[in-house]
């Protein structure tokens, strides 16, 4: 090696060695939250705060002081503290808190929503509406005396799909089925349901009851509908014309409270009243299991004995 | 005897063993203590970029010297010497040996016409092919008929066949160099030429040399102290077919170049790799090549240094050997014959369990000079294999399974994009490398387009892939076998052309 060569490897070793032990303390100080006074010697915890929101590039003040950066950004070297963290926007509503930044932490607000001073109306349709429903797949259907329409998210792109326009009044529920190929509405007096597909649009009038309907939900994975009265909980067949098979699955003691259904797991739960072992009546929490029990199928499925032919096995 | 073989597993054991822990370690710490495995990568990413910047600073240096020596007229420089410590240049022989095992003459020829290219008078170059014999009747007829055609044109064309299972040897290429070197011993004993007379190079079959490589070779040899105490050491570039080489390929095998070149810079660390030069005298001296290892080009630096008590050393001349790059039509094939490739590499760990029990018998070399020279062959194939794992791998593990406590900390919050910053910073060495991959690049054949100069800046997009999945893993797996007493066989890395020689 030219002694040259030797003179700049040497120039370049001993550069990086100073380099790497000049900037380590230093990145690795940063990286945990130190700050290094040099003027005194002295290193102090310090805390980060990360503030961003929505909509971004609002100004941050702390303390009442205005900071340069805006949001979304983290501010760092802060002593450990309480801070009041005002975030604010030209057109929109301020947002403020007391937040405390802790030693070597962060301490977010990440998930700030400013609102606007002015909230942007627009009349999505045109009069005449009594009801409406959204779908999953952008549709906003209208329930009109006039029939039934659907236009995009928008309002835009308006179709008539029905005439039919005998909507009960005051329609207390509003369902899809999970195809979205249906929905169903009721009143406490009456239950319909709209037919979207296949082929024309139909609306059929599907169950009247004496006693006053308080809910209704789509039997999971069947051509049913679980209709929950004052009285009792039924089933109601939605196919077959003239008559339909309804079924009461359950009476209630007295007029049920808090009818949830869990989708997820066919399950409706309710309160009932019943007399208890020390002969008080009482609220109980019941659940009835609506869906067909995945393993139970497959068990039938296995016990399920050959019909008997008379033919002897060869 | 128990007892070397028990010193022999230890040594071997130790590289693998330190990988693992370093990896396993880190891995485990990051559940446990993800701050320590934080600052433990901040702290190795840091290194590592400052020692990219440093070894890339070496790298320029090489190619500066490279640039300026590789086109001076050697021989001219050799005419003004005159004898010294009782050689002059007219005195010398080369002698080029080719172990060959089935490559064939459309690898061979163009390396033997380098040689009659080369500007050094022929009627001073003598070229031994060793054949495996193993390799079959054909490969002994594709030397035979180079040997017709060429012989006319040196001072002598040997043509050897290398028996198969011979005692003590495995197969390997070091036992074929032997072979070759000793058919040479008994043309120069009929001769009477003197060993020292002699400078013998011993090259892959695809090697093509440089026209002034003899020259500069020459010029080294005799302006050397002490000549027969030492190796010479070209730079090797794979340029052979390195415009129609696959872009993985010749990243990888860009890099191999450029450690090379960085290696000159650090001749106290240099060790002969692939294709090198040296002495006849001091082969002989110890006894050849050895044969039953597989990094035969570093063993013969070490058997050298063990021999002469640690005073060996490599000395670098800067004029380019050309090679193939390992390659194949598509990228998974390319891929694995490049992992093969850089497997048996880095299989040169093989040299610490060697070096270390020749240490632990040599009491000659001082002993703070086994020590550096110890931890310089276990380090540098302790950071081959854990470096890419480190970066890549280890680097996210804090934040992935430090849990939401650690992410609020400073450290949690800071590490992403403090390694981000160190990563960026390392863009300098990637600017170096294109700027010095273009110098070497050969001038494109003509059935390439000339949008592939394009390719050969956009290639390097990739390293970050190649490193992470490349970098580490082959020297991994060569270390785990030694480890476990798995021993490599020698594989030959296929050589295909898929143009003509640039």
Redesign the interface.
């Not at chain 1, 779908?135 to 029939?147: C, E, F, L, T």
């Not at chain 2, 273009?438 to 390439?448: E, G, I, Q, W």
């Given at each position: 090696m030219r002694p040259r060569d030797k003179v700049m490897r040497a120039i370049a070793f001993y550069f990086s060695v100073i380099l790497f032990c000049v900037l380590l303390p230093v990145i690795l100080s940063y990286a945990l939250g130190y700050q290094i006074d040099y003027y005194n010697f002295k290193i102090y915890k310090t805390g980060i705060l990360y503030i961003a929101s929505r909509p971004a590039g609002a100004s941050i003040y702390l303390n009442g002081v205005m900071r340069q950066d805006l949001t979304p950004t983290r501010i760092e070297e802060l002593k450990p503290g309480k801070y009041k963290v005002e975030v604010r926007k030209d057109g929109f509503y301020p947002w403020e808190k007391d937040m405390t930044v802790r030693p070597n932490m962060v301490t977010k607000a990440d998930h700030i929503v400013l609102f606007s001073l002015t909230q942007e109306m627009k009349a999505v349709s045109q009069g005449g509406i009594r009801y409406f429903l959204v779908s999953n797949n952008n549709y906003i259907y209208y329930m009109k005396r006039s029939g039934l329409f659907r236009s995009d998210m928008d309002g835009a792109d308006l179709r008539k799909l029905s005439s039919y326009g005998n909507w009960p009044d005051n329609i207390i529920g509003r369902k899809f089925s999970s195809n979205n190929n249906e929905f169903l509405f009721f009143s406490s007096s009456r239950l319909g349901m709209v037919h979207l597909q296949p082929g024309p649009v139909r609306v059929d009038d599907v169950f009247i009851g004496q006693d006053p309907i308080l809910d209704a939900f789509w039997y999971p994975g069947a051509g049913y509908i679980i209709v929950v009265t004052d009285k009792d909980i039924k089933v109601v067949e939605l196919s077959g014309a003239g008559t339909r098979n309804i079924v009461s699955l359950y009476k209630f003691n007295s007029s049920p409270q808090n009818v949830r259904y869990d989708e997820n797991n066919g399950s409706l739960y309710f309160i009932d009243t019943r007399i208890g072992v020390d002969s008080v009546e009482s609220n109980y929490l019941y659940r009835l299991d609506l869906k067909e029990r995945f393993f139970d199928g497959i068990m039938q499925l296995l016990l399920k004995k050959e019909p008997d032919t008379g033919y002897e096995k060869r | 005897m128990r007892r070397d073989r028990f010193h022999k597993r230890l040594f071997e054991i130790i590289p693998g063993l330190l990988t693992w822990s370093t990896i396993i370690g880190l891995f485990a710490l990051a559940f446990i203590k993800p701050l320590w495995v934080?600052?433990f990568v901040?702290?190795f990413d840091?290194?590592w970029v400052?020692?990219m910047?440093?070894l890339s600073?070496?790298m320029l240096?090489a190619y500066r010297?490279l640039a300026k020596e590789r086109n001076l007229d050697w021989l001219k420089k050799c005419e003004s010497l005159g004898p010294m410590k009782g050689l002059a240049p007219k005195d010398i022989y080369h002698a080029v040996l080719f172990p060959v095992h089935k490559e064939g003459p459309d690898i061979l020829k163009p390396s033997i016409k380098s040689l009659e290219s080369a500007r050094y008078p022929k009627e001073k170059m003598i070229v031994i092919l060793s054949v495996e014999e193993r390799a079959g009747r054909k490969a002994w007829d594709n030397a035979l008929a180079l040997k017709k055609e060429h012989q006319n044109n040196f001072r002598n064309f040997l043509v050897t066949s290398h028996p198969q299972n011979l005692p003590g040897e495995i197969k390997a290429k070091g036992a074929n160099a032997t072979w070759g070197a000793k058919a040479l011993k008994g043309l120069l004993d009929s001769d009477k030429i003197d060993y020292e007379h002699v400078v013998i190079s011993c090259f892959d079959a695809d090697t093509c040399v440089d026209r002034e490589y003899f020259g500069c070779l020459t010029y080294h040899y005799i302006i050397s102290p002490d000549r027969t105490r030492s190796s010479y050491q070209p730079i090797p570039v794979y340029n052979n077919n390195i415009w129609h080489a696959r872009s993985i390929a010749r990243l990888l095998e860009l890099g191999s170049s450029f450690m090379q070149m960085i290696e000159?810079?650090?001749?106290e660390k240099f060790v002969t790799f692939s294709s090198h030069s040296m002495s006849f005298r001091t082969l002989v001296d110890v006894d050849y090549w050895p044969l039953d290892m597989i990094s035969d080009d570093s063993v013969i630096y070490w058997k050298c240094f063990l021999h002469f008590n640690g005073s060996y050393s490599v000395v670098?001349i800067y004029v380019t050997v050309s090679m193939d790059v390992a390659t194949e039509a598509g990228i998974l094939p390319t891929i694995i014959k490049q992992y093969k490739q850089k497997r048996r590499w880095a299989w040169g760990v093989e040299n610490f369990p060697y070096i270390a029990i020749g240490f632990m018998r040599n009491k000659k070399i001082p002993f703070i000079v086994k020590v550096r020279r110890s931890f310089n062959v276990l380090e540098s194939h302790y950071t081959w294999a854990v470096w890419a794992i480190i970066v890549t791998f280890i680097a996210p593990l804090p934040i992935i399974f430090g849990g939401g406590l650690f992410r609020?900390?400073?450290?949690?919050?800071?590490?992403p994009s403090?390694s981000a910053t160190?990563f960026n910073m390392s863009l300098f060495t990637l600017f170096v490398c294109i700027f010095v991959s273009m110098k070497l690049l050969p001038p494109r054949p003509k059935d390439v387009k000339p949008q592939k100069h394009l390719i050969m800046y956009t290639q390097w997009l990739l390293a970050p892939l190649v490193a992470a999945f490349l970098g580490s893993t082959p020297a991994i797996d060569a270390q785990t076998r030694l480890m476990l007493g798995k021993y490599m066989h020698f594989q030959v890395t296929e050589k295909k052309r898929r143009g003509e020689v640039g």
């Amino acid at each position: 090696m030219r002694p040259r060569d030797k003179v700049m490897r040497a120039i370049a070793f001993y550069f990086s060695v100073i380099l790497f032990c000049v900037l380590l303390p230093v990145i690795l100080s940063y990286a945990l939250g130190y700050q290094i006074d040099y003027y005194n010697f002295k290193i102090y915890k310090t805390g980060i705060l990360y503030i961003a929101s929505r909509p971004a590039g609002a100004s941050i003040y702390l303390n009442g002081v205005m900071r340069q950066d805006l949001t979304p950004t983290r501010i760092e070297e802060l002593k450990p503290g309480k801070y009041k963290v005002e975030v604010r926007k030209d057109g929109f509503y301020p947002w403020e808190k007391d937040m405390t930044v802790r030693p070597n932490m962060v301490t977010k607000a990440d998930h700030i929503v400013l609102f606007s001073l002015t909230q942007e109306m627009k009349a999505v349709s045109q009069g005449g509406i009594r009801y409406f429903l959204v779908s999953n797949n952008n549709y906003i259907y209208y329930m009109k005396r006039s029939g039934l329409f659907r236009s995009d998210m928008d309002g835009a792109d308006l179709r008539k799909l029905s005439s039919y326009g005998n909507w009960p009044d005051n329609i207390i529920g509003r369902k899809f089925s999970s195809n979205n190929n249906e929905f169903l509405f009721f009143s406490s007096s009456r239950l319909g349901m709209v037919h979207l597909q296949p082929g024309p649009v139909r609306v059929d009038d599907v169950f009247i009851g004496q006693d006053p309907i308080l809910d209704a939900f789509w039997y999971p994975g069947a051509g049913y509908i679980i209709v929950v009265t004052d009285k009792d909980i039924k089933v109601v067949e939605l196919s077959g014309a003239g008559t339909r098979n309804i079924v009461s699955l359950y009476k209630f003691n007295s007029s049920p409270q808090n009818v949830r259904y869990d989708e997820n797991n066919g399950s409706l739960y309710f309160i009932d009243t019943r007399i208890g072992v020390d002969s008080v009546e009482s609220n109980y929490l019941y659940r009835l299991d609506l869906k067909e029990r995945f393993f139970d199928g497959i068990m039938q499925l296995l016990l399920k004995k050959e019909p008997d032919t008379g033919y002897e096995k060869r | 005897m128990r007892r070397d073989r028990f010193h022999k597993r230890l040594f071997e054991i130790i590289p693998g063993l330190l990988t693992w822990s370093t990896i396993i370690g880190l891995f485990a710490l990051a559940f446990i203590k993800p701050l320590w495995v934080a600052i433990f990568v901040i702290t190795f990413d840091l290194y590592w970029v400052i020692r990219m910047t440093y070894l890339s600073l070496l790298m320029l240096f090489a190619y500066r010297r490279l640039a300026k020596e590789r086109n001076l007229d050697w021989l001219k420089k050799c005419e003004s010497l005159g004898p010294m410590k009782g050689l002059a240049p007219k005195d010398i022989y080369h002698a080029v040996l080719f172990p060959v095992h089935k490559e064939g003459p459309d690898i061979l020829k163009p390396s033997i016409k380098s040689l009659e290219s080369a500007r050094y008078p022929k009627e001073k170059m003598i070229v031994i092919l060793s054949v495996e014999e193993r390799a079959g009747r054909k490969a002994w007829d594709n030397a035979l008929a180079l040997k017709k055609e060429h012989q006319n044109n040196f001072r002598n064309f040997l043509v050897t066949s290398h028996p198969q299972n011979l005692p003590g040897e495995i197969k390997a290429k070091g036992a074929n160099a032997t072979w070759g070197a000793k058919a040479l011993k008994g043309l120069l004993d009929s001769d009477k030429i003197d060993y020292e007379h002699v400078v013998i190079s011993c090259f892959d079959a695809d090697t093509c040399v440089d026209r002034e490589y003899f020259g500069c070779l020459t010029y080294h040899y005799i302006i050397s102290p002490d000549r027969t105490r030492s190796s010479y050491q070209p730079i090797p570039v794979y340029n052979n077919n390195i415009w129609h080489a696959r872009s993985i390929a010749r990243l990888l095998e860009l890099g191999s170049s450029f450690m090379q070149m960085i290696e000159t810079m650090r001749v106290e660390k240099f060790v002969t790799f692939s294709s090198h030069s040296m002495s006849f005298r001091t082969l002989v001296d110890v006894d050849y090549w050895p044969l039953d290892m597989i990094s035969d080009d570093s063993v013969i630096y070490w058997k050298c240094f063990l021999h002469f008590n640690g005073s060996y050393s490599v000395v670098p001349i800067y004029v380019t050997v050309s090679m193939d790059v390992a390659t194949e039509a598509g990228i998974l094939p390319t891929i694995i014959k490049q992992y093969k490739q850089k497997r048996r590499w880095a299989w040169g760990v093989e040299n610490f369990p060697y070096i270390a029990i020749g240490f632990m018998r040599n009491k000659k070399i001082p002993f703070i000079v086994k020590v550096r020279r110890s931890f310089n062959v276990l380090e540098s194939h302790y950071t081959w294999a854990v470096w890419a794992i480190i970066v890549t791998f280890i680097a996210p593990l804090p934040i992935i399974f430090g849990g939401g406590l650690f992410r609020q900390t400073a450290m949690g919050y800071n590490l992403p994009s403090v390694s981000a910053t160190l990563f960026n910073m390392s863009l300098f060495t990637l600017f170096v490398c294109i700027f010095v991959s273009m110098k070497l690049l050969p001038p494109r054949p003509k059935d390439v387009k000339p949008q592939k100069h394009l390719i050969m800046y956009t290639q390097w997009l990739l390293a970050p892939l190649v490193a992470a999945f490349l970098g580490s893993t082959p020297a991994i797996d060569a270390q785990t076998r030694l480890m476990l007493g798995k021993y490599m066989h020698f594989q030959v890395t296929e050589k295909k052309r898929r143009g003509e020689v640039g």
